[in-house]
């Protein structure tokens, strides 16, 4: 039997701070933490595919890189992008690009925990 892969299982973001990339995401995203998580990471309750943020693997040197991230593009369905949007400025998140239509429905990309770039679609 030849072994394939099906795709992406489990997204996630290497970061210097894990509780602060944490609280920015359950404040402003309102992801809710998992039940279980290792102890050198953060993982949340998302679905279809688990997202976490987690301390750096070895060998990474996040200090060191332009952009954490940069050449990766991650999205995040919600229920209402625009409203989404609406709440991140007012609460002062940098806003990269603005709120389009699309044929993923609107969206727009946002700075994320220590400058990830994340984009929101839908609604």
Same mark, same amino acid.
């Given at each position: 039997m ?8 489990f ?15 359950? /404040?402003? #995203?309102?992801? +809710?933490? @998992?039940? $279980?998580?290792? *102890? ?7 679905e &279809?595919?688990p ?26 369905r919600?229920?209402d992008? /625009?409203? #989404?949007?609406? +709440?991140? @400025?007012? $609460?002062?998140? *940098? ?7 699309? &044929? ?7 700075t ?7 984009t929101?679609?839908?609604?």
């Open positions: 030849t072994a394939t892969v099906d795709g992406p299982d997204v996630a973001l290497q970061v210097r701070d894990v509780e602060a990339a944490a609280a920015f995401c359950e /404040q402003h #995203l309102g992801l +809710r933490r @998992a039940p $279980a998580s290792p *102890p050198d990471a953060v993982v949340f309750a998302t &279809p595919i997202f976490a943020v987690r301390e750096p693997l070895p060998g990474v040197d996040l200090d060191g890189a332009a952009r954490p991230g940069l050449g990766v593009a991650l999205w995040f919600t229920t992008a /625009q409203e #989404l949007h609406d +709440r991140l @400025a007012t $609460a002062g998140v *940098p806003i990269i690009s603005p709120p389009r239509d699309s &044929p993923f429905g609107r969206t727009f990309t946002f994320g925990p220590e400058g990830y770039a994340i929101a679609h839908g609604g």
